[in-house]
């Protein structure tokens, strides 16, 4: 090895070493078996994929006023027409999975906290909180601060975990309801 190529590999590494480093963090809360259960108890649904075209996804954006950035909703259907739909939002900087069950009405049964990959602002696994959620359904656009308390040092989680709702309750309303 000649001198530049030491010199300029000995720059990289020491670069390298320079560089911030930031803890990973997720914590994994329930299995999606396990929200299911919580969330509709032993009611029999089977699995089923939805594939949104791009005109169903503009409409549910502007409805819900969230944009709808997957197609594809994993969601689980039972015989009397309850969802139960895994989903995905950002929190500040990370995923926060979610498990949110609508009833054939239209209205969120209940809402579970998957995976959570913030260093911070895990107080929406706070009953309390989720709980303000059941029984809301598309007829109006939740807010922050309106109809739904914020948590001071988890307002980005608490926003996108409304505007999940928001988006859900509008697809539920388009799309599932016609399945």
């Known amino acids: 090895m000649?001198?530049?190529?030491f010199v300029k590999a000995l720059s990289i590494g020491t670069a390298g070493l320079m560089l911030p480093s930031f803890p990973l963090y997720a914590k994994t809360y329930l299995s999606v078996e396990q929200?299911?259960?919580l969330i509709w108890g032993d009611l029999v649904?089977?699995?089923v994929t939805v594939e949104l075209t791009k005109e169903?996804?503009?409409s549910i954006a502007a409805a819900s006023d969230v944009r709808v950035r997957y197609n594809t909703i994993k969601a689980w259907k039972s015989a009397e027409g309850h969802w139960?739909?895994?989903d995905q939002v950002i929190g500040k900087h990370e995923n926060i999975d979610l498990a949110v069950g609508i009833d054939n009405q239209g209205e969120v049964k209940g809402i579970e906290v998957l995976t959570y990959r913030e260093t911070y602002g895990d107080e929406i696994m706070n009953p309390k909180w989720?709980?303000?959620f059941h029984g809301r359904d598309?007829?109006?656009?939740?807010?922050l601060d309106k109809q739904i308390k914020n948590i001071s040092g988890a307002t980005l989680s608490c926003r996108h975990v409304t505007d999940g709702i928001n988006r859900l309750t509008h697809t539920w309303s388009q799309v599932l309801s016609q399945l």
């Open 2 to 5: 000649n001198r530049r190529s």
């Open 35 to 37: 929200a299911q259960n």
């Open 45 to 47: 649904m089977e699995p």
């Open 56 to 58: 169903q996804m503009r």
């Open 84 to 86: 139960y739909i895994l």
């Open 130 to 132: 989720r709980a303000q």
């Open 138 to 143: 598309n007829s109006e656009i939740l807010r």
